[in-house]
């Protein structure tokens, strides 16, 4: 009898100090930029990694939009977030003292194809091509960095025109790999594309390049980036942000860094992304 | 059990039959002259190579983790549950005082915005936990609960409560009323919760762990055997609600639905105040700048307001038509009554037409058609339209179970008695979803349509609460103008207290 009590203060003291360690979880999010399928799968490895790394207890918890992702950080439900360029600087507006540490080796040097389907008749060409006008166009998700902000950017600057000013028809399909699906039936005429997703599924297979093709590719911008909340220090220990960034720069396996997918995490801060929040300001997405 | 809240209505109103002709010829009018506004084109795409991957899908179901997809299911029922539950409970204690106008404006406020946009508001406040999920689906519905059980007692005979003396207003609807009126509320209720079903796994395209997240990402990424194993998935819990669902293991059920729920972070109430004092107020007003304030509403007005409003209401009218001159061409097939065993296909066609999301139906339809009006008039008309002739068919399979021997059938009876009779119905059903496809057109910016609802979608992209905010309040606004609009015409013509 009295044993069975121990058992049972046992079990509740575990119960508890486990609920007491779960309020110090470490939590992170990430939307990959290509494939969001079995995002639990793939991304508890990462925490499994970074758990190892850091010595707490690492979650993840998955998201299906960049403001669902923004509005996670700023409510303090994850603290470190894979965000991509646009994303981060807007979630680095609304929380004070959040820092990027860390982007991907590609994400130095991130591009935009502007693609286009057979039927138009366009050529790829280096310079920006004159004629798009009265054509119909689809970005990808609207706050995407490379689906939406830099192509948009570029349009303008170029045309001296508004995306609805200058083509018959703006649609947001709202992911890369519908991007390319909707150019390549020809529901829209023209689209705008995340570089790295359009190599990954031309290298697949998937694209029939008889029917959709590049046709101008944007100069380079920095894009998707590991950012953390200021406080983290105070209430994970003192050197913890830079152990975080230690175990995502020396993240070598490849089977995790394929999830995001990138070749490797290189340093970053966040005067690498003034470029992408002047564009967005002068586009009129950030106030 | 008395079958459905429909049945009652039926018999009444015939005698008005050219009243309501002329509404609707009225209202088909008013149709066509929109489909010249309604911003519609049509391209020649080349569709058959991504049409064929999506049948090829739909023929091979396959999804790699049952568990996954088994937790998501859970969380589906457990939301709409436990959202129905609370939301016919507040709901009845609303109608009980629904002649007060104050609830009847907040009844039609609450159901005047899209769970998808609740959920968004909530998401800034509750993140992605179960109380976003659940308030997201339980608010809409209270209003729309408040406002049916009213009408359901409206419709009373007074006989019972005649004898109540000076009894008070509550113990005369809980001695009184209610038991009168249990079936239709009972049926009604289990009705909504089908809806429910459909709401809480939409809300996991905007990320809530239900079956539309994995739905969503699939689609979305050209994974058609991953989306049509959800899909077909998602159509069996609807088809089988009426095996399982029973009044006797409610309590059980409920039971484990609370177990079911995720965890629930702790709410900082930091958030909750600023979300309501700053977020969702423009910077100006805040500051006191009034004629700042006026230059912000002024220009969202003009370029965003102003030109949605067209675009919503165009598209509107004309799925509005169309739903009903589908609903009509439908609901037959699916009548026991008119078809005999064949409505066992018909009523697998409507569950499909009514369970498959508005979205997924105007991304096929883009493909076939080109990005313009015309696939979101399509897809609203077809779900919509599938959603009217079930309700149209269960009414007729009831009415017909009351008809003798010796009336003609098929066809014939399909004419000159069955669409006769449903017709007031048929109306009355028309308008109550009138609402509900102002607010689904909303969920139309793929097809490169700028309603309401895009730029509502846009502004929480851009982390614009304060945007988001007015033009919610616009949206709602227009739909409660809607709304009476369409209480007034019901009255007009005669179509007395159809209950849904």
Redesign the interface.
């Known amino acids: 009898m009295r044993r069975s009590i121990f058992k049972a203060i046992a079990i509740c003291a575990t119960v508890f100090s486990a609920s007491i360690a779960s309020a110090e979880t470490f939590t992170f999010t990430a939307i990959p930029d290509a494939?969001?399928?079995?995002l639990?799968?793939r991304f508890g490895k990462v925490a499994d990694y970074l758990t190892e790394q850091l010595g707490v207890d690492v979650k993840y918890?998955?998201?299906?939009?960049?403001?669902?992702a923004?509005?996670?950080f700023r409510?303090?439900?994850v603290q470190l977030a894979w965000f991509g360029g646009l994303s981060g600087v807007?979630a680095r507006e609304?929380v004070e003292g959040s820092e990027a540490i860390a982007q991907g080796y590609e994400d130095q040097f991130f591009k935009t194809y502007i693609i286009a389907n057979a039927a138009t008749n366009l050529i790829p060409r280096e310079e920006f091509p004159v004629a798009l006008e009265g054509k119909?166009f689809?970005f990808g998700?609207?706050?995407s960095t490379s689906g939406r902000l830099m192509p948009e950017f570029y349009i303008r600057e170029n045309t001296g025109k508004s995306p609805e000013e200058l083509f018959?028809?703006?649609?947001?399909?709202?992911?890369h790999?519908?991007t390319i699906?909707?150019v390549?039936?020809?529901?829209?005429d023209l689209g705008a594309v995340n570089y790295s997703v359009w190599d990954i599924e031309l290298g697949l297979g998937?694209i029939?390049q008889s029917?959709v093709n590049v046709i101008w590719t944007t100069p380079t911008y920095p894009d998707y980036q590991w950012t953390i909340r200021g406080d983290v220090n105070a209430r994970y220990g003192e050197g913890f942000k830079a152990k975080v960034t230690e175990a995502l720069l020396n993240m070598k396996d490849e089977d995790l860094l394929a999830s995001f997918p990138r070749k490797s995490f290189v340093p970053a801060s966040n005067s690498d992304y003034a470029p992408i929040y002047e564009t967005g300001k002068s586009i009129g997405?950030?106030? | 059990m008395p079958q459905t809240f429909s049945s009652s209505v039926l018999i009444k109103g015939i005698s008005t039959g050219a009243r309501l002709r002329r509404l609707s010829l009225f209202f088909s009018l008013i149709a066509i002259a929109f489909l010249f506004v309604a911003d519609i084109h049509l391209y020649t795409p080349d569709p058959w190579q991504e049409l064929s991957r999506i049948g090829l899908g739909l023929v091979t179901p396959y999804w790699p983790n049952a568990s996954e997809l088994g937790v998501s299911l859970l969380y589906t029922v457990s939301f709409a549950l436990l959202a129905v539950s609370g939301a016919a409970i507040i709901g009845m204690l609303l109608a009980m005082w629904y002649h007060w106008r104050v609830v009847r404006v907040l009844a039609a406020a609450v159901r005047s915005v899209h769970e998808i946009f609740w959920g968004l508001m909530f998401m800034q406040i509750f993140g992605l936990s179960a109380t976003t999920g659940l308030l997201a689906i339980l608010i809409p519905f209270t209003g729309i609960f408040a406002k049916v059980f009213s009408e359901i007692f409206e419709q009373q005979p007074v006989t019972a409560t005649s004898t109540f003396g000076k009894a008070s207003r509550l113990s005369r609807f809980v001695y009184g009323w209610i038991p009168q009126a249990w079936p239709a509320l009972a049926s009604y209720t289990r009705y909504r919760f089908e809806c429910a079903l459909r709401s809480s796994a939409i809300l996991g395209f905007i990320g809530l762990p239900t079956l539309g997240f994995h739905l969503e990402t699939a689609f979305k990424q050209g994974d058609y055997s991953e989306a049509a194993a959800v899909l077909w998935l998602f159509l069996l819990l609807i088809a089988s609600v009426r095996f399982w669902l029973k009044l006797r293991l409610l309590p059980v059920y409920l039971l484990l639905a609370v177990l079911a729920l995720p965890e629930m972070p702790p709410v900082n109430a930091s958030f909750i105040w600023q979300f309501f004092s700053q977020d969702i107020w423009p910077t100006a007003l805040q500051d006191g700048d009034f004629n700042g304030t006026w230059e912000w509403v002024s220009r969202v007005g003009v370029n965003e307001v102003w030109p949605a409003l067209w675009q919503t209401i165009a598209i509107t009218q004309a799925a509005l038509v169309l739903s009903g001159v589908l609903a009509l061409m439908l609901y037959p097939l699916a009548s026991r009554a008119l078809v005999g065993r064949w409505s066992v296909l018909g009523r697998f066609k409507l569950l499909v037409l009514r369970s498959v999301p508005e979205l997924m139906l105007a991304y096929v339809f883009m493909l076939l058609f080109g990005p313009s009006a015309l696939p979101a008039i399509l897809a609203l008309a077809l779900h919509n339209g599938g959603l009217i002739a079930f309700l149209l068919a269960n009414s007729s399979e009831d009415a017909n179970k009351r008809i003798g021997e010796g009336v003609p059938k098929g066809m014939m009876r399909f004419a000159y008695i069955d669409l006769p009779q449903r017709y007031p119905a048929f109306l009355a059903f028309l308008f109550y979803r009138w609402e509900v496809i102002l607010r689904e057109s909303a969920m139309m910016g793929v097809v490169g349509i700028a309603t309401l609802g895009f730029y509502v979608d846009s502004a929480f992209e851009e982390i614009r609460f304060d945007k988001a905010f007015f033009l919610i309040v616009v949206a709602a606004l227009l739909n409660i103008c809607v709304d009476g609009l369409s209480r007034w015409l019901r009255a007009r013509s005669g179509l007395k207290a159809p209950t849904l």
């Open positions: 494939d969001e399928s079995r639990n799968e918890i998955p998201v299906k939009s960049y403001p669902a923004i509005t996670a409510n303090d439900q807007q609304l119909t689809t998700s609207k706050g018959s028809r703006v649609g947001f399909s709202g992911d790999s519908r699906a909707l390549e039936s020809g529901a829209y998937k029939d029917k997405l950030i106030d």
